[in-house]
Every structure is written in C-alpha cells, then in structure tokens.
C-alpha cells in the first residue's frame, strides 16, 4: 500500500490467533512543536497481554525505516504505559501540566532518538 502523506503512519494491531483487531499505532508530524508524534491504543479487554509493547516496537522500526529521527509521545504521569516506553529506550524529557476535563492533571512527555 503506497502512503499518501508522508508525515502520518497508522497501523491497526491484530491478533491473527484470535483473527481480531485488538488496537492501533501511529505516527504523525505535529508541526506546531516541529516533531513527530507516536500513539498507541489498546482496548481495555487486550491489556495486560503484551499487545502495546509489541505494537509499539514495530512503530519505531517503521518510523526508522521512513527516516524520521525521533518520536515523542506525552500522557499522564500516572499512566502504567510509562514502563513499556521506558522499556524501549524513551525517556521522560519534560513534566508538563495540562487541562484534561475541566482538572488540571500531571504529565510527562517522553522521546526516544531513532
């Protein structure tokens, strides 16, 4: 399949055991902070089962492969997904704080250099 922009990549994640989508990953360009975005979900029912980090494994040798240099992602600082990102060489670069539903939440931005 040939891409038609080059700064978005979206995959879904599916188990061909189960032959069952159990989520997504992908990459876009956020020109406003000059840097590329990564994002994966899971759903809740697929958690726990090794899915995310696989996931996001092949994201960063697909980025690589497409020649970008670098990947961020940012959430809450309290998300348990923190550990798979460590795991594959992110680190936090800022902790930030946010507006999410009318509360103001703690949060983290992390990258990882490709």
């Known amino acids: 399949m040939k891409r038609k922009d080059k700064d978005r990549f979206f995959a879904y994640i599916k188990d061909i055991d189960l032959n069952e989508y159990v989520g997504y990953v992908n990459y ?21 089962k090794g899915y995310a980090k696989e996931g996001l494994k092949l994201l960063i040798d697909k980025a690589k492969s497409d020649g970008i240099t670098a990947l961020y992602d940012n959430f809450e600082k309290d ?3 923190i ?10 670069i800022e902790e930030t704080k946010w507006n999410k539903f009318g509360k103001e939440v703690d949060g983290i931005i992390v990258m990882k250099e490709l």
């Open 28 to 48: 876009h360009y956020n020109k406003n902070d000059n840097r590329y975005e990564c994002g994966i979900v899971i759903e809740s029912i697929h958690r726990g």
């Open 79 to 81: 998300r348990p997904n």
């Open 83 to 92: 550990k798979i990102f460590e795991d594959l060489g992110f680190k936090i």
